[in-house]
């Protein structure tokens, strides 16, 4: 017969059991709820537990989740190692990390590329009968003190959670050291694969095009055009839905790194035609332009699997080669821009690609905010992360816009020039100056017969604004000292600029 005492332990040995299970049973759950609270971390941007991140990879919609892949170092948080990290997501908002998808192997790194659903089999990687995933990546190594980029396929049948690297591999070997990111998709009309893929020396993307992913035929080459400063990397071809018509128009957007007008890595865009073998920029006024205005987006790609009659949705990583290494950021370093989902407008100005977060999912306490003194506008104090969405009219101040304060001395400004016609963002003032690149301002063609909207994401180190109905979209990294807003309007002659405006607490995607 146990003792009081044995029964007591008895309990306890019960009781330690049901928490240790509890606490161990599901690491990744659990996980996502602690760890997201540093100084600086995102709380409505993805960004990994830990470690260095850049590109996001492989964006995929299967099986009712959205697939995140993403550059990443699973050993520190400096660029090395490179590998594809991997989260899923059921709204594109709140993120689940998993374990590293594709790991670099024998000293082959895995660059950036795309996810596929092979949906009829074509590669022959799928179980009988069934559907599955198929990456296709740059493998990047070096033999005999040279460097090689090749394009190669590895394929899942679990939904993404585990892959194999094709046998065959490479699928694609020019014998170059610059030849990568490649982004694929299905083309439904012409019934076969269609891959873009850089030559960034040359200023060039690819086409190819495959009956099952392994066997490549080259169909045509765009470039160099528009910007040509960088190399060229990232290439990614989408079809944007019109406006109301249901007319399309495609367009390629390539990033361009260094040498981007704002400084280090951009990415501009060409809109125009493509008819199954061959993109054709268009000439209109504003079919080319920058998807982002910022310093801080690159290498967005959209989602496969999302039906073409829907909106494409892009993410880009929020940050810049000039300075991604400094970021004070631990233990990860890098993120990604919010999803954004895009549209095509064509009005007096021309045509322009339209971008707008999607994110309203995260709103919580809403707060209508008005002058009616004639005043200045203030709000706050304000935590982030928060979203602005404000309507400036037609006034006839020059300049114009918003100051965050997070102290007397700091602050970062979004602002509208009617005499120099554009739209900026200012954060020398902001916080901490992480590498001489990093301070300034960045800036935006102004149209004038567009309206002065804003809509502006804050988050805990950036900000990412969409000016003009989304056809500008300006994301900018800050380092400010608090993360208590004071937001204020400002004018050059200090008359009011604003009448009213919404804001809104956005809900965390860790909690
Ligand atoms: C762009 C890039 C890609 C390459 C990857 C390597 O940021 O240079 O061209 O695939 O990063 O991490």
């Known amino acids: 017969m146990k003792t009081a005492w044995f029964k007591l332990a008895d309990t306890l040995i019960v009781l330690t059991s049901i928490v240790l299970a509890l606490t161990f049973a599901s690491p990744v759950a659990k996980a996502q709820g602690s760890g997201y609270d540093q100084p600086y971390r995102p709380q409505v941007h993805f960004s990994p537990r830990e470690h260095w991140t850049n590109d996001p990879n492989g964006l995929v919609f299967f099986h009712g989740e959205y697939h995140l892949f993403f550059q990443f170092n699973p050993f520190g948080d400096q660029w090395g190692h490179m590998s594809w990290g991997h989260a899923v997501s059921k709204d594109l908002l709140h993120w689940q990390e998993l374990p590293v998808a594709i790991a670099e192997k024998d000293g082959e790194m895995v660059f950036t590329g795309s996810v596929v659903v092979d949906h009829k089999n074509s590669s022959g990687f799928c179980a009988p009968g069934s559907e599955c995933l198929v990456a296709v990546y740059t493998g990047h190594y070096s033999t005999t003190g040279k460097t090689l980029q090749t394009q190669n396929l590895a394929y899942s ?64 080459d765009f470039g160099p055009a528009g910007d040509v400063d960088g190399d060229w990397e990232c290439p990614d071809l989408l079809h944007i839905p019109g406006e109301k018509s249901g007319v399309g128009m495609w367009a390629l957007k390539v990033g361009l790194n260094p040498g981007a007008p704002q400084g280090g890595s951009g990415e501009q865009y060409f809109l125009g035609d493509f008819d199954g073998k061959q993109f054709t ?58 999803p954004r989902r895009l549209s095509l407008l064509k009005d007096a100005a021309g045509l322009a690609l339209v971008q707008e977060p999607v994110t309203a999912a995260l709103r919580g306490d809403h707060s209508e905010i008005s002058t009616t003194n004639g005043g ?71 149209i004038a017969s567009r309206s002065y909207d804003l809509r502006v994401i804050v988050d805990r180190l950036s900000i990412e604004a969409y000016a003009q109905n989304g056809t500008i979209a300006m994301t900018d990294l800050i380092f400010p000292p608090s993360q208590s807003n004071r937001v204020e309007t400002f004018s050059g002659s200090g008359k009011a600029v604003l009448s009213k405006g919404d804001v809104w607490k956005l809900r965390s995607i860790w909690k």
């Open 157 to 220: 049948r679990d939904d993404g959670r585990t892959w194999t690297r094709y046998s065959g591999n490479p699928v694609l070997d020019l014998h170059m050291a610059d030849f990568r990111d490649p982004s694929v998709s299905w083309d439904e009309a012409r019934k076969h694969w269609l891959m873009v893929v850089s030559l960034p020396k040359e200023r060039k993307v690819r086409f190819y095009t495959s009956a099952d992913l392994k066997q490549w035929a080259q169909a045509s």
């Open 281 to 338: 920029a268009s000439s209109e006024p504003g079919s080319h332009g920058w998807t982002n205005y910022g310093k801080d987006d690159y290498c967005a790609i959209s989602f496969n699997g999302i039906p073409r009659s829907e909106k494409p949705v892009l993410i880009g990583w929020m940050n810049n080669w000039q300075y991604a290494s400094k970021l004070p950021t631990s233990p990860w370093r890098g993120q990604m821009s919010v």
């Open 376 to 446: 200045k506008l203030s709000i706050g104090p304000q935590e982030t992360p928060f979203e602005l969405k404000l309507d400036f009219g037609r006034p006839s101040e020059m300049v114009f816009g918003i100051r965050l304060y997070t102290d007397e001395q700091h602050w970062t400004e979004i602002g509208f020039n009617q005499a120099k016609k554009e739209f900026y963002i200012d954060r020398t003032k902001s916080g901490t100056a992480i590498a001489p690149e990093f301070p300034g301002r960045t800036t935006a063609p102004l």
